[in-house]
Structures are given as C-alpha cells and as structure tokens.
C-alpha cells in the first residue's frame, strides 16, 4: 500500500529565511508519480509540480525547489528567500502509475508553513 | 480556461437529512475525482470517474454515499441520512488523459457541517 509521511506538523520562519519541508514515501511500485500542492487559508488545493519516479533531476522554479532521491524514497520541498504570502499548508502526494488504474492521489497528513513578517 | 468550480460551498444540514454536491470540471478534462478531508488531514480518496464510468471506489465510501457523472461532464455526490461524521470538506478533481502524471486539478471545495 502506499503512503506518504510529513513529519513536520507546523513550521514558523521569519521573512527572507529559507525552509525545507520534509516528504517520505512508501510504494510498491516501480513507476509512480509524487506531487508537491499548496493549500493557503482560502482552501483551494494549488498544483505545484510532480516527478516521475524515474526521473531523479532536481527541479528549481524562482524561489522553489525540489530535491527528489529513491535511495530514501524523499521528495523534499524548499522555499528560498521566504515570503508572508508563502504562509499555507502544503503537501506532499503520491499516485502509483498501474495499467488502468485511477492514480489517485495519496496525501500526507500536511506542513502548515507561518511566514512571520 | 475556467477551472474546477463546485457548488455550494458551504453547506449546513441536521443529521439524517439528505445532501447533494455538484462539481463541474475543466472541460476537456475526461477524468474526475471525488475527496473529501477532514481538519488537519490531507485529502482522502472517494472515488473517480473515467467519462461517465464510475471505476473505483474506497472503502470509505459507504452505500449512504452515491456519486454519478451522467453525461461525462459534471458529478454529484449525494449524501444520504447525513451523519455528524460526515461533516468535512469535500473536493472534486479533474485531469486530462495522456502520458504524463495526471495532475490534479482542485476546485474550491464543499464545506459539509451536520449539525
């Protein structure tokens, strides 16, 4: 069965600091997916990006990055030069990749992130 | 490009009343989902729709839940005789069929409270 763990509950940072939110995965599958989403106070789930399991470059987008390594099946998330308007919850998803299959989403339980000004 | 909408947003009922939700994707998007999260959680899977298919479904997903997608374009989840466990945000998901990863794209949620 898969799973998704995000052992950081909460995380508080002050403006311009850089923050890492922590993924780990667990899957049976060979082929798989794993997404980064954001969900601020208004609650509306924001993609952010996904990794093919077989792709282990590391993905920069301004100030986001993704660091993804199978030797530890993690996935983590940075924010450089962190924004007040960063503040939300993020997490982490994985969706296995069977023929026919509905690739569901499996989420973590979450990282509410506070930028404090 | 409009994206996912749902209707309504917010939405009070007593328990054993009956409620439905509406969900309309992105318009070429051929695949839907149904979640629902509760406070603190991530979101959990209920079920999907390939057009109008209804391919799976969890287990939690109980026979008071029924979700359609008549003509492959908006979905329904219908709660029968709601309970206080019910109460919960309730999201639909869209994405397109290809190759890729199928990312999901989320509307703005039902937010279900039984009182």
């Known amino acids: 069965a898969q799973k998704v763990t995000q052992a950081q509950t909460e995380i508080s940072v002050v403006e311009k600091e850089d923050v890492t939110l922590d993924c780990v995965y667990e899957?049976?599958?060979?082929?798989?997916?794993l997404f980064w989403y954001k969900q601020p106070p208004s609650g509306e789930l924001v993609f952010l990006i996904r990794?093919?399991?077989?792709?282990?470059q590391n993905e920069i987008s301004g100030r986001y990055s993704w660091n993804f390594q199978k030797s530890t099946s993690s996935f983590n998330f940075t924010i450089t030069a962190s924004q007040v308007v960063d503040s939300a919850v993020y997490f982490c998803a994985l969706s296995e990749a069977q023929s026919g299959s509905a690739r569901q989403l499996t989420f973590g339980s979450g990282t509410q992130l506070t930028v404090l000004p | 490009d409009t994206g996912v909408s749902q209707d309504p947003r917010h939405k009070i009922t007593k328990r054993g009343q009956n409620v439905t939700f509406r969900c309309d994707p992105i318009s070429e998007h051929n695949r839907l989902y149904w979640y629902r999260q509760t406070l603190g959680q991530g979101p959990e899977f209920l079920t999907y729709f390939q057009n109008e298919a209804q391919l799976e479904k969890s287990r939690l997903l109980s026979d008071r839940f029924s979700a359609e997608r008549p003509k492959g374009s908006f979905s329904t989840l219908e709660i029968q005789r709601t309970e206080q466990g019910d109460s919960a945000m309730y999201l639909c998901a869209s994405s397109a069929q290809g190759t890729g990863g199928y990312e999901q794209y989320f509307g703005p949620g039902t937010r279900l409270t039984v009182t």
């Open positions: 990794r093919n399991s077989f792709d282990e």
């Open positions: 899957t049976r599958d060979t082929t798989y997916y």
